[in-house]
């Protein structure tokens, strides 16, 4: 059996797609995320917590339900990642006017005032990560993980 090399100390050479798609994958999200992490640091934001800040002050979601299926996060862990938005004042919860047993979440002012400097820093550490890239490489990236998402959720063959 083959040693398998870290992330950090492997090249391109070393990669066989067919079983390190996952690693690379996951290492590049590890990376995204702690890049971003260190550029919302300042204003008390992860990563994580971001995109529901995002998505609630964009109104693509407003429920837990909503934003689980949005960031595929199960729903005690988004529980606990709304707990924390709540506890810096960033988001408020309301009672649905039409079933009683619904919340409804929106972004406290405190969050409404902090949204618009978000994503700026976001996507710094995007452009870093795509330094370099040309316009069609960029797309194309988009493109190849687009058509690798679109192959998973086909039937099999």
Do not use: W
Not at 72 to 77: H, I, L, S
Not at 89 to 100: G, H, M, P, Y
Not at 119 to 129: F, I, Q, T
């Amino acid at each position: 059996m083959q040693n398998m090399p870290s992330m950090n100390s492997c090249n391109r050479e070393q990669l066989i797609p067919e079983q390190d798609l996952g690693r690379v994958i996951s290492f590049l999200r590890s990376k995204l995320s702690a890049h971003i992490d260190t550029q919302l640091q300042p204003m008390g934001l992860t990563s994580a917590q971001y995109i529901v800040v995002v998505l609630l002050a964009k109104g693509s979601v407003n429920t837990l339900a909503g934003l689980c299926e949005h960031m595929v996060y199960d729903k005690g862990a988004m529980s606990r990642l709304l707990k924390r938005l709540e506890e810096k004042d960033l988001i408020a919860k309301t009672q649905s006017e039409f079933d009683k047993r619904s919340t409804i979440l929106g972004l406290s002012e405190k969050g409404k005032a902090l949204y618009p400097q978000i994503m700026p820093l976001v996507n710094e550490v995007y452009a870093k990560a795509l330094n370099g890239f040309s316009d069609d490489e960029k797309q194309q990236v988009i493109d190849l993980l687009f058509k690798a998402i679109t192959n998973l959720d086909s039937p099999a063959k």
